[in-house]
């Protein structure tokens, strides 16, 4: 089902909630990357982007996600859920034992998931396999997006895989970078600044959209034009706000991978009811 840009406002801000109480009840969890991704992966798959059936998981001919950013697992459990995967209620055992909802993706637990991660740095290099059997296969309409952190972007496997996307023209695939500019250590550019990011994809042979990654127009426009994009790997650079949504979050780094507190919980989900203008799923 696709939805309008305001009706995709209200999911986006309900998905922001989701998150927020999931990581308050486990008192553990990432919310500053999972609240900078809302925008990009609401789009996805409530834009009528992303081709799948939740009632038939491995349906052939669906388009594949992988969330390289294995730890903002968060937004990818609360799109799921809320595109009828499986039921809203279960968002409450995040990292609880036994649970399905792990701290990580977990292929072999889950619904929806393609890919268990949660190893920084391998999600393209697996997307490009995903892409280039696809194709192989015959299946020139599926698509393979595959959603990065720019923290990640500091390991040589990304540019190796990169190298193998744009050499087998794989038109097929779609990264996208969350480029909220904060890693677990601090800013990037004090971590390992990552210089002329457009430019580097652009020399290793990718088609560059750079958007403000919480622009919903911009981001579903950016989703048009690289599907339009058949002859090559395309690279949608995405600038974020990390923990965007919530005000004492925002751009701070130490919410990078802390669960907030029963009162900061409440402050934050008051925060996103003043903020909610569109239409909402009905919570489980």
Not at 70 to 95: D, K, M, Q
Not at 135 to 144: G, I, M, T, Y
Not at 252 to 261: L, R, T
């Amino acid at each position: 089902m696709s939805y309008d840009e305001k009706e995709l406002a209200g999911i986006a801000n309900h998905m922001r909630r989701d998150i927020v109480k999931m990581i308050t009840l486990a008192g553990s969890g990432h919310p500053g990357g999972s609240l900078s991704a809302v925008e990009l992966v609401a789009t996805l798959f409530f834009g009528d982007v992303l081709r799948y059936r939740p009632d038939q998981p491995d349906w052939p001919l669906r388009d594949r996600f992988i969330l390289s950013k294995g730890h903002a697992a968060p937004v990818l459990y609360t799109a799921l859920a809320n595109a009828g995967y499986f039921n809203i209620s279960e968002l409450s055992t995040l990292r609880k034992f036994g649970s399905r909802l792990q701290g990580h993706p977990d292929r072999e637990r889950l619904p929806g998931i393609e890919v268990s991660t949660g190893s920084l740095g391998q999600g393209l290099s697996i997307a490009c396999g995903l892409a280039y059997g696809l194709r192989a296969s015959n299946q020139h309409e599926q698509k393979v997006y595959v959603l990065l952190g720019d923290g990640e972007l500091q390991e040589g496997q990304v540019w190796e895989a990169a190298l193998f996307a744009a050499h087998q023209r794989l038109g097929n695939l779609k990264a996208i970078i969350d480029y909220n500019n904060l890693q677990i250590d601090g800013r990037l550019e004090a971590v390992m600044g990552l210089g002329d990011i457009a430019g580097k994809f652009t020399a290793f042979g990718f088609k560059v959209i750079e958007i403000d990654g919480h622009d919903l127009p911009a981001i579903k426009q950016a989703y048009v034009d690289a599907a339009a994009c058949q002859d090559g790997p395309v690279a949608i650079i995405a600038h974020t706000v990390k923990g965007k949504g919530v005000s004492f979050m925002e751009d701070q780094v130490g919410w990078h991978g802390k669960a907030p507190s029963d009162a900061q919980c409440d402050e934050a989900l008051s925060e996103l009811k003043g903020s909610s203008d569109g239409k909402e799923p009905t919570d489980g």
